[in-house]
């Protein structure tokens, strides 16, 4: 399977598949694990808080405090810790008192703490950790007395220094558990993830080749409609549309195939008729010498009027020839050169009006037919239109492989070479010395029927002899262009392969 | 002047080219049908036949290959232009020019000159009688025998061969056989020399071999020879 784009879709779908999987994972077990290791630490926090205060208020204390009270005092909370063993401190004035003989003071307790104990009687507490990161409970609790409803400070303050270890290795635990149980659930999402991408991909699959089908032109395909879902309504669009273009085109085609069919069968309706009056003209022309002037006129009007729809005739017949595909051609190896020069010498003009600039001894080979008409044609409009002289100018040109229609002047190019872009080309060059083509009329220079000059509506020709000439370049793998030239008039530039395939 | 048999089942086209080529001189027959014209044949002795390729009935192509069963009458062929195939067809059918519809009388008679003009001139300062292996050329007599049989050459094609044959091993493109051998001056019709040559090859030469005495330069034309 070709690959359409770096990340493909079936790839897009299964990460974000399992994105969603693993945000919900994440996300359940972070909550799970948060509210699980609050209570857990509640629980202990609250244990070791309420046995604190209740053993404080069993406490007597009797004021002042000496040390040695205060380390009895200190010992004996020290021995009854809940829910662990607890390390008791205590602090009166400038006495310390400690259940570890070797430390008189802390190191976990904060200033924070102290600062919260001095102002609250029912004492505070902070979870901290030591410079090892083991996790420690520190509570702090004055020892107060009632007195009058209020409770008046001692002095004396008692920490508890409880380590949380067991409550760590819970909670680790538990993060444990959701990591190990997260990993098999993403592994495990990947497959409902390939299931369905595999469900919506095989519908999409279908429909691209079945568009691609559509593109080469098998404007048949249909695709299977599986199910009522979405995709299946996509391929009933599908289906539809396709089934519309098929009509569409159909009756196009039908369209067109009548369209040439009829302009062939006037053509060649048209030319038997013509075929019998073009026999008798010279008859009628012989004759008029002889008759009243009127008749004379008539006659050579009727004579001059069939030559024309004779060649109009025949220039339809060609065009329908090249719409409907049944021009062939026939080529020929000739000397390019020579050739030129008796295009030209048989419709007499080699007087002058054409000059001529043609490589010696080029052989080229093409439909020798065509060729001279697409020169005649040429020449005969630059002289028509244009003004004397004429220059034709031939010669080739070695050529780089390329694209079709590279650097060609969208406007006033036309015809597609399609084969052989590359190598030896053919370039010929009519310019005459007239005014040129006007720039809104260029565009549209080989449009059947076009005449350029919408005064002249009748021209001596019948319009067609352009479209005609480009047919028969195009017939030949070449390109016709045309452009003003600079400071001269129109330039016409045939350019095509000098070994035209036949 | 020559007599035309015309064989052209369009009514306007029969009279007007019958009109124009007596106007011009000729005798002119002219037949509805191919077998009309096929009997005219025999009672009128055309000096040439201008026949249409769509007849009904029989068609111009048969016609064409009934007439040079018995005749080496010149041939030229009427014909909706363009269709290549009927051109081709027709022209391998053994006629010896073809002319499309519709044409003025003077591009008729033209081509009726051209072709009977072939045999009227004769190519000069020759033995009368050429031999090039088994094939004799009589130029005088204008027949052909291969291995001692004479062989019935239409017109074009004996003109062919005696163009191609006085210059033994002289290559001659397709443009310069054009001009001598049908006097045309125009590029439209390479596929006569072609079908000619194929003609000429299928009655003079060995059907097993490749071709010996007219032979194809690619990219060139057609000589004679060397044998």
Known sequence: ?502 | MPRVLLIEDDPSIREGVGLGLRRRGHEVSAAETGEAGLALMTSFHPELVLLDLMLPGINGVQVCRRIRETSQVPIIMLTARGDDFDIVVGLEAGADDYIVKPARTEVIEARIKAVLRRLADPAGGRPDVDVHGGLSIDRSGLTVAKNGERVPLAPSEIKLLLHLSASPEQVFSRQQLLEYVWDHSYHADARLVDACVRRLRTKIEDPDSSPRYIQTVRGFGYRFGPL
């Open chain 1, 1 to 502: 399977m070709r690959r359409i784009a770096p990340l493909g879709l079936r790839t897009r779908l299964i990460a974000a598949f399992l994105l969603v999987a693993a945000i919900s994972a994440v996300s359940t077990a972070a909550l799970t694990y948060q509210q699980a290791r609050n209570a857990i630490l509640k629980q202990s926090q609250d244990t070791a808080v309420s046995t604190l205060r209740d053993l404080m208020d069993q406490q007597s204390i009797q004021l002042p405090l000496d040390q040695q009270q205060l380390q009895r005092i200190v010992l004996d909370l020290g021995k009854r810790g809940q829910p662990h063993p607890w390390i008791m401190f205590a602090e009166y004035g400038t006495l310390r008192a400690s259940t570890n003989p070797v430390q008189p003071t802390s190191t976990v307790i904060t200033d924070k703490l102290r600062r919260q104990v001095s102002t609250n009687p029912h004492g505070a507490f902070q979870r901290v950790e030591d410079q090892r990161g083991n996790p420690y409970l520190t509570i702090g609790m004055p020892a107060v007395f009632k007195n009058n409803g209020a409770y008046e400070p001692t002095g004396a303050v008692f920490f508890v220094v409880m380590p949380l270890d067991a409550e760590r290795t819970t909670v680790e635990a538990m993060v444990a558990a959701a990591r190990q149980g997260a990993i098999p659930g993403l592994a495990i999402a990947i497959i409902p993830a390939l299931l369905a991408a595999r469900s919506v991909l095989r519908p999409v699959r279908d429909m691209r080749r079945a568009a691609q089908r559509l593109g080469r032109g098998h404007l048949d395909t249909r695709i299977e409609v599986r199910g009522a879902d979405e995709l299946a309504g996509l391929a009933r669009t599908f289906n539809e549309t396709a089934r519309a273009l098929e009509q569409s085109v159909s009756e196009l085609r039908e369209a067109e195939v009548r369209a040439r069919r009829f302009a062939s069968d006037v053509s060649h309706e048209l030319r038997t008729p013509l075929a019998g009056m073009l026999a008798v003209t010279e008859v009628l022309d012989e004759d008029a010498g002889g008759l009243d002037p009127d008749t004379a006129a008539a006659l050579r009007l009727i004579s001059a009027e069939t030559g024309k729809l004779a060649v109009l005739v025949e220039d339809l017949m060609e065009i329908s020839r090249f719409d409907a595909r049944a021009a062939e051609l026939n080529p020929d190896d000739v000397d390019i050169a020579e050739f030129v020069t008796k295009t030209l010498e048989r419709r007499h003009w080699s007087d002058g009006r054409v000059v001529t600039d043609l490589q010696p001894g080029v052989r080229a080979r093409l439909d020798p037919r065509r060729f001279d008409v697409v020169l005649a044609n040429l020449v005969g409009n630059a002289l028509k239109h244009g003004d004397a002289p004429v220059h034709v100018t031939v010669r080739t040109e070695a050529r780089p492989e390329q694209g079709p229609d590279a650097g060609a002047d969208p406007a006033a190019g036309a015809g597609t070479g399609g084969a052989g872009t590359g190598g030896a080309r053919l370039l010929v060059e009519v310019a005459d010395s007239g005014e040129g083509i006007a720039p809104e009329a260029l565009p549209h220079i080989f449009d059947r029927f076009f005449k350029a000059d919408a005064a002249r509506t009748r021209s001596s020709g019948s319009g067609l002899g352009l479209a005609i000439t480009l047919e028969n370049v195009r017939l030949h793998g070449g390109t016709l262009r045309a452009a003003n030239g600079a400071g001269r008039g129109a330039v016409f530039t045939i350019d095509m392969p000098l070994e035209v395939e036949s």
